[in-house]
């Protein structure tokens, strides 16, 4: 059976796509119906809409290892270090250019409070941790620290403010403190901890999690503090502050509906969580690296979840703000597994195979896709939490195979998404099926095309035909990501198992592109 994508809302008749397809579709035809070759068309000229880069942001928390251990070692460290944070982490993430950083949490930032996290770093009170593992907060990475480490990565800061335990007062003086560049008590608070000139933050959250962690609330009531604590988010000397109010968890439609009833004109963005795992049950999530095929199955299965939902959430946004003003971002996502044995359970560290890394292809394509509406995304979390870029041990850092999928990904940041339609075969595991293929595809600003191609097929390789519409390809190359083993991982011992290799599989005839995917894998195509 083929399963038949429209990636956007391009008119096609049968007629039109045979002449566009020209002799080399025909010639294949025949194969795709014996064979079950995967067809597709990409419309390289009909492309409107911006993919911002933003959704290839990353998210961190005081949990576990993201912090401490993670960025941060402290000007002390015998680990190379600017101002305490690792210079190795930095250097990571420069080459995936991340784009934007979310920071303090999580759970973590609605029982954060600022103040303890600035001025001479000794004398900071301590706090308890009382969501992740119930350890110390030495509070020596706060305010300053975050915003120099957003400077040395050279990206956007989003910071989350505190609605669940915090006050208008203490939001109000949190912004003020780091954006106002005039003469305030704020200000002058700043200035006198070594910061003459205000930082650039562009991103505020209003709260995070609310119906759970950030308070229990119930939509109406987070609605309504949410409209009274923005008020007091202001946008100081030049700083235009984005607003983003708490959405919801995967499908709480009722907790969309109400606060886009109640808080739509005081937002600019509303956020979606969305993690997923191999099982329905939270309280067996399943192990990172020890599954079968069922197992690799589900997870495929439960990722392609983020395009329903997405849709769905959208349409509710559609209905309150049909204009498209208000940006969807998508500020947490990922795999979550069962810690790692042998580590704090709630730590949340877990190791990173080729199946979160196919995951993470798909999850990207789907932003991709949605891109009118989907803004930013933030995966959970950079460093040694959940779905993390980075692992470290001490000195030691490696980059995980999801890493290296931000990496061949980021040639769609800024691009302009391009039309795809594509039919193609299922994977079957027993009596289920789900698509073999997922895809995105757009143009950069020098007219190059880049597409991105997933085979979540661990048993089948998958030959694509694929129509450039439009263009007139005089080269391509590519990269391809996969592994023997759908378990492959990199570890501190063997850190290089899992790592993109140019990719050669494919022809050119005419402006048809035909190429086979390897099983289980995730390929970037560049055609210029
Ligand atoms: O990313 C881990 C946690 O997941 C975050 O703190 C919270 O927002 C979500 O439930």
């Known amino acids: 059976m083929f399963r038949k994508w429209l990636f956007e809302e391009v008119a096609v008749v049968t007629v039109v796509l ?45 949990l576990g290892g993201c912090i401490y251990g993670g960025f941060w070692v402290g ?5 190379p270090n600017t101002r305490g944070i690792r210079n190795d982490v930095v250097e990571a993430l420069k080459k995936i250019k991340i784009p934007v950083l979310r920071w303090p949490g999580g759970c973590f930032a609605d029982e954060y409070h600022w103040k303890e996290g600035i001025g001479p770093r000794d004398k900071r009170p301590t706090m308890i ?19 120099d480490l957003c400077e040395q990565i050279g990206c956007e800061a989003y910071v989350a403010g505190n609605v669940g335990s915090g006050t208008v007062e203490e939001m109000q003086d949190w912004v003020e403190y780091m954006t ?21 933050v562009r991103y505020f959250g209003v709260g995070n999690e609310n119906w759970g962690c950030g308070g229990n609330m119930s939509p109406g009531s987070y609605a309504d503090l949410y409209n009274r604590f923005q008020t007091y988010v202001r946008s100081y000397s030049g700083n235009r502050i984005v607003k983003i109010a708490c959405g919801p968890g995967s499908e709480n439609y009722p907790w969309m509906t109400t606060v886009m009833e109640r808080a739509r004109r005081n937002m600019d963005a509303i956020s979606l969580h969305h993690y997923v795992r191999g099982t329905g049950d939270w309280t067996r999530k399943g192990s990172a690296t020890k599954f079968d095929e069922s197992e690799w199955f589900a997870l495929m299965k439960n990722t392609l979840t983020i395009y329903p939902l997405l849709e769905n959430n959208i349409e509710i946004m559609n209905r309150f703000d049909p204009r498209g003003r208000i940006g969807l971002f998508v500020d947490e996502w990922g795999t979550w597994w069962d810690a790692e044995p042998g580590t704090n359970p709630s730590f949340l560290y877990q190791q990173n195979t080729l199946r979160d890394a196919v995951s993470a292809g798909i999850f990207l394509n789907a932003f991709n896709k949605y891109c009118y509406r989907v803004r930013m995304a933030n995966i959970a979390q950079t460093i040694n939490v959940l779905q993390a870029m980075i692992l470290t041990k001490g000195e030691k850092m490696i980059v995980t195979p999801t890493y290296h999928v931000f990496e061949m990904y980021k040639v769609h940041h800024d691009a302009t998404l391009l039309p795809i339609e594509l039919e193609c075969s299922d994977y079957r595991f027993g009596n289920d099926s789900i698509s073999a ?4 595809a757009s143009k950069d600003n020098s007219g190059r095309i880049h597409i ?40 501190f ?14 022809r050119l005839e005419g402006n048809i592109l035909t190429t086979t995917l390897p099983t289980k894998s995730v390929v970037v195509l560049e055609i210029e």
């Open 18 to 62: 045979l002449v566009g397809w020209g002799p080399a579709y025909a010639a294949n035809a025949a194969v795709q119906e014996e064979s079950g070759v995967n067809r597709m068309i990409i419309y390289t000229d009909k492309g409107t809409e911006r993919i911002s880069r933003n959704i290839y942001g990353h998210f961190s928390e005081h």
């Open 75 to 79: 000007e002390d460290s015998p680990i």
């Open 129 to 147: 941790n009382t969501h992740w593992g119930m350890v110390r907060e030495t509070n020596a990475f706060g305010t300053h620290e975050f915003l």
């Open 180 to 200: 106002f560049d005039g003469d305030s008590e704020m200000a002058n608070l700043r200035r006198m901890n070594g910061r003459d000139k205000p930082w650039r």
């Open 437 to 440: 293929l997922n895809v995105s």
């Open 452 to 491: 991105s191609l997933c085979n979540l097929d661990p048993g089948n390789t998958a030959e694509v035909v694929c129509a450039l519409e439009g263009a007139e390809p005089k080269e391509i190359s590519g990269r391809v990501l996969t592994a023997e083993a759908m378990i492959a991982h990199n570890t």
């Open 493 to 506: 011992e063997n850190p290089q198992v899992v790592k993109p290799v140019t990719f050669n599989n494919f």
